[in-house]
């Protein structure tokens, strides 16, 4: 069966275990579908916990990890991934995603972060660029982000440091609750 995989010369194969961990059924299984259909030996989970449980029974090569599950975050599965194989590649996808919870996510153990929705060919191609070396210079088209995104990615981060206790971190950015809804 000739699959139509953009990133098979790469480091990624095709029959390498891929564990795919989102809590949104219809997106998990069409993602699954779409890994198999490309000769992947796949398994899925719906909540953080039965992520951890079957990469305890069975470590996968790879990950596609939801950064916001029922449970504990993904973030958190990123680490006990880890923690049980560090050869593991995970790439984190959210909806909610913000450059401070990225590199959270790279610093974890994280090959890449990518927003949702992603595809089965963008994920693929972000494990592939996970293992490039990086560069030894930055971008020459490289733009500082503007107040407003600095704004934005710093009550972000705040929020994530509360897990998401808007309350909380309401009184640590010195703002009203209301506001910051």
Same mark, same amino acid.
């Given at each position: 069966?000739?699959?139509?995989?953009?990133?098979?010369?790469?480091?990624?194969?095709?029959?390498?275990?891929?564990?795919?961990?989102?809590?949104?059924?219809?997106?998990?299984?069409?993602?699954?579908?779409?890994?198999?259909?490309?000769?992947?030996?796949?398994?899925?989970?719906?909540? @953080?916990?039965?992520?951890?449980? &079957? =990469?305890?029974?069975?470590?996968? /090569?790879?990950?596609?990890? +939801?950064?916001?599950? !029922?449970?504990?975050?993904?973030?958190?599965?990123?680490?006990?991934?880890?923690?049980?194989?560090?050869?593991?590649?995970?790439?984190?996808?959210?909806?909610?995603?913000?450059?401070?919870?990225?590199?959270?996510?790279?610093?974890?153990?994280?090959?890449?972060?990518?927003?949702?929705? @992603?595809?089965?060919?963008?994920? &693929? =191609?972000?494990?592939?660029?996970? /293992?490039?070396?990086?560069? +030894?210079?930055?971008? !020459?088209?490289?733009?500082?982000?503007s107040l407003a995104r600095a704004e934005w990615e710093h009550i972000n981060r705040v929020l994530s440091d509360c897990a998401g206790n808007?309350?909380?971190?309401?009184?640590?950015?010195?703002?009203?609750?209301?506001?910051?809804?």
């Open positions: 069966m000739t699959t139509n995989n953009p990133v098979s010369n790469n480091l990624v194969e095709e029959g390498s275990s891929v564990l795919i961990a989102d809590d949104d059924r219809i997106l998990r299984d069409r993602m699954a579908r779409a890994f198999r259909d490309r000769g992947f030996d796949v398994r899925t989970a719906g909540d @953080a916990e039965e992520t951890i449980r &079957l =990469a305890r029974e069975d470590s996968p /090569e790879l990950a596609v990890v +939801d950064l916001r599950m !029922p449970g504990a975050s993904g973030l958190h599965v990123v680490k006990e991934l880890k923690a049980i194989d560090a050869a593991t590649r995970v790439v984190v996808l959210t909806g909610y995603g913000s450059i401070a919870t990225a590199i959270d996510a790279i610093r974890l153990g994280a090959t890449y972060f990518l927003p949702k929705p @992603a595809d089965a060919d963008e994920i &693929l =191609a972000a494990f592939a660029r996970g /293992e490039q070396p990086p560069l +030894d210079h930055p971008s !020459p088209d490289y733009r500082a982000p808007i309350s909380e971190a309401a009184r640590i950015l010195g703002i009203h609750r209301r506001s910051l809804q």
